[in-house]
């Protein structure tokens, strides 16, 4: 198998993974069960995402796509730091549910648009 299809899938499967990771997080908030943020559960996002950021930049010097050069990939970084931001305010137990909600809408729309312009590259 080739370096791109080893990192292009660990990429795919980091990059599913943190969404999974992050929706389990926010039902355990909504059902009311705030001490997964004592367990791993706490950590293994951050774990997640470090190989998901390796995976992206090492995908970046075995292909011809470069930020700033091709739009879709300047696109999916600036989606990639609002989901991060988004994500945020949707797990700070001390914001309101009205910004925790909205947040959490924002995130997943965010993560859709991320999701379609990798599988579609339209610019």
Known sequence: MSTY???KSL???TAYLTVVLLA???LLDAVG???WRQTPLRWI???NDTVLLVAAISLIFVTPWMPFVHGWVTAKIFLLVGYIVAGVFALKQTKSLPVRLTATVLAFI???AIFHLAI???F
């Open 120 to 122: 579609a590259k339209p």
């Open 24 to 26: 389990l997080r926010l």
């Open 45 to 47: 996002p951050h774990a």
């Open 5 to 7: 299809m080893i990192l």
């Open 33 to 35: 069960k705030p001490n």
């Open 110 to 112: 965010q993560v859709m």
């Open 11 to 13: 990429h795919m499967t």
